[in-house]
């Protein structure tokens, strides 16, 4: 079965601090994303990483890919309230098919 | 700006009642995909189609939902007869090329009562 986990599935965590969202998926896939979603809003994407040990950085956020050992991460370095969102991460499969992770709601209190 | 469009963005309606949902995807992608997100099951996948041609529907229930692309710059989903349980955010997503993300619309949410 197609999978993706991600750890942890809530956060709550202070301004200032630092942590990480983990992604672990079930297959060997080349592509992984990472989509931010804001209360009843759409999805925006926030990364894609196309090789393993990819690494990308927007802002306080840094994404990596590790494709061996099937692990993606999103680090947040000093938070700030405005990432407060659901983070999703998804991995490719097939020719442009997404296979999506349940979410991880972060939040960010002052 | 480059935006997938989607309509209606709220629809009330009630069981048994037929609902169209549209989507217009970003001019020149060539894939759409249609996903349903609810909270207990998260975001599903329900079908997606390149250059118009369905590749994948197993995620959607065949006996009251159908897809189709009447032309490159139109995508609808349909649920009929409508049930509560089909009340969810559906969301349209387009895409160019096999490594491109997916660029997501504001979704319409369908309450069915």
New interface residues.
């Given amino acids: 079965e197609l999978k993706v986990e991600q750890n942890p599935l809530f956060l709550s965590m202070q301004e200032g601090k630092n942590y990480t969202i983990y992604c672990n998926y079930s297959t060997t896939s080349d592509?992984l994303?990472w989509?931010r979603q804001d209360p009843g809003?759409?999805?925006?994407?926030l990364f894609?990483l196309?090789s393993n040990g990819a690494v990308k950085q927007e802002g306080r956020l840094m994404a990596s890919l590790d494709t061996k050992a099937r692990l993606s991460t999103l680090h947040i370095t000093a938070a700030v309230h405005d990432l407060s969102a659901t983070y999703?991460c998804a991995f490719?499969q097939g020719?442009?098919?997404?296979?999506?992770g349940?979410?991880t709601r972060l939040t960010i209190n002052p | 700006d480059a935006r997938v469009t989607q309509t209606p963005r709220d629809k009330v309606t009630e069981m048994g009642q037929e609902v169209t949902m549209r989507c217009q995807p970003i001019l020149g992608h060539n894939t759409v995909f249609w996903y349903r997100q609810t909270m207990m099951q998260g975001l599903e996948l329900l079908a997606y189609f390149r250059n118009r041609a369905p590749l994948d529907d197993s995620g959607m229930p065949k006996d009251r939902f159908s897809a189709e692309m009447p032309d490159a710059t139109l995508a609808t989903l349909k649920i009929q007869p409508s049930e509560p349980r089909d009340s969810a955010v559906y969301f349209c997503a387009s895409g160019s090329g096999r490594a491109a993300e997916q660029f997501f619309g504001p979704g319409t949410r369908l309450t069915v009562l």
């Fill in positions: 592509r994303y989509y809003k759409s999805l925006e994407s894609v196309l999703f490719g020719a442009q098919k997404l296979v999506f349940q979410g």
